[in-house]
C-alpha cells in the first residue's frame, strides 16, 4: 500500500523560505514520477510542480517558476519541495503526490495528506 506523508509546513513571513518533504512507501519509488499540489480556501487544487522518476525532469507551474525547486533522493525514497520568496497567495494545503509511472502523466495515482502552508504578509 502507498503512502506519502508531508511534513514541513508552517507559518512563515512574506519573503521568506520554507522546505516541504515527503516520505513515500510501498512501492519502489524511483519507478514513478512524483509531485506537488496545492489548494487554497475557496480554490481549485493546483498543480506546483513534478519531478521524473530519474530526477532528471522537472517541471513547474507558472506561478512558482523560479521560486521554487522540486527535488528527490531515490535512496531515502524521498521528494521535496524547496519554497523561496514566498508570498501572501501561496498560502494553501501542499499535496504531495504519486504518478503511475517514471515520467509526469495526466494525474497522479496516489496523494498524501497534506500539509499548511501560511505566508503572512
Known amino acids: 500500500q502507498v503512502q506519502l506523508v508531508e511534513s514541513g509546513g508552517e507559518v512563515v513571513q512574506a519573503g521568506g523560505s520554507l522546505r516541504l518533504s515527503c516520505a513515500a512507501s510501498?512501492?519502489?519509488?524511483?519507478?514513478?514520477?512524483m509531485g506537488w499540489f496545492r489548494q487554497a480556501p475557496g480554490k481549485e487544487r493546483e498543480f506546483v510542480a513534478a519531478i521524473s522518476g530519474t530526477g532528471g525532469t522537472t517541471y513547474y507551474g507558472a506561478s512558482v517558476r523560479g521560486r521554487f525547486t522540486v527535488t528527490r533522493d531515490n535512496a531515502k525514497n524521498t521528494e521535496a519541495l524547496q519554497m523561496n520568496t514566498l508570498k501572501p497567495e501561496d498560502t494553501a494545503v501542499y499535496y504531495c503526490?504519486?504518478?503511475?509511472?517514471?515520467?509526469?502523466?495526466?494525474?497522479?495515482?496516489?496523494w498524501g495528506r497534506g500539509t499548511q502552508v501560511t505566508v503572512s504578509a
Open positions: 503526490a504519486q504518478y503511475s509511472q517514471s515520467d509526469v502523466d495526466s494525474n497522479p495515482q496516489y
Open positions: 510501498g512501492r519502489t519509488f524511483s519507478r514513478y514520477a
